[in-house]
């Protein structure tokens, strides 16, 4: 009764656990991540104020619910698919441009399988989650091997080695952040130290992006 009247009303996730709380009880009878919820203008600009760092915002479902023009510059295939499609994890385990991406594949796509055991194991119901496990499952050749290790972690921060065919070779860090404001998203922030060549190389790619004629993509903050 409590998630019908939540839903009603068009709560989000603050006032939705804020009824359960007085009701006594918790909102974890119906997974979040069913929802696929936008971005809110707010954060839309913040990724967008962020001209020498790749960002985009991952929601419940872990597909990109938005992401500024350097990251589309930095992976324009992830910014041109489908909202329901757009997953790193999805991009990374069954495109086969994105090994030519990842200066080490494997290890990239080892961290995103295990990243999606663990939020399979937080979000047991999302039906979303469960689908695009199936669809690894189906489609790539070292997903169940790499699943069945049954290994789950949750790293906020590390390094990310890729390669751009404009902007060469990049040694970026990551750092993953949770809005407060809504908890249902995770901000993920590709950067790269001032003074050192991936820096430059990222300014390079930023102008490059900025140009009408010659951008490789446009950020998707808005879809």
């Not at 350097?70 to 999805?90: G, Q």
């Not at 489609?139 to 080695?161: C, D």
């Not at 249902?184 to 102008?207: D, N, T």
Request: glycine share 8%.
């Amino acid at each position: 009764m409590l998630q019908a009247l939540c839903d009603a009303l068009q709560f989000d996730g603050i006032e939705r656990r804020h009824l359960f709380a007085l009701g006594g009880t918790t909102a974890g009878h119906k997974d979040p991540g069913e929802h696929s919820s936008r971005l809110r203008p707010a954060l839309r600009q913040v990724l967008e104020s962020m001209e020498l760092a790749s960002a985009f915002a991952s929601d419940r479902n872990l597909t990109v619910a938005g992401g500024n023009t350097l990251w589309a510059s930095l992976f324009p295939e992830v910014a041109e698919l489908p909202r329901r499609e757009r997953s790193m994890a999805r991009w990374t385990l069954l495109d086969p441009r994105a090994r030519l991406v990842w200066c080490d594949w494997e290890r990239a796509a080892r961290d995103y399988v295990h990243g999606l055991r663990l939020a399979a194991a937080a979000q047991p119901r999302n039906q979303r989650i469960a689908n695009l496990i199936g669809e690894l499952m189906m489609h790539s050749p070292e997903f169940p091997a790499w699943w069945s290790e049954h290994r789950v972690q949750e790293r906020s921060t590390g390094l990310k080695r890729l390669h751009h065919p404009v902007a060469g070779d990049l040694e970026l860090q990551y750092e993953i952040f949770t809005s407060v404001a809504d908890p249902g998203h995770s901000l993920v922030v590709y950067s790269a130290p001032a003074g050192l060549p991936s820096q430059e190389r990222l300014r390079l790619l930023a102008s490059w992006g900025s140009e009408p004629t010659g951008a490789p993509a446009r950020g998707i903050a808005e879809s």
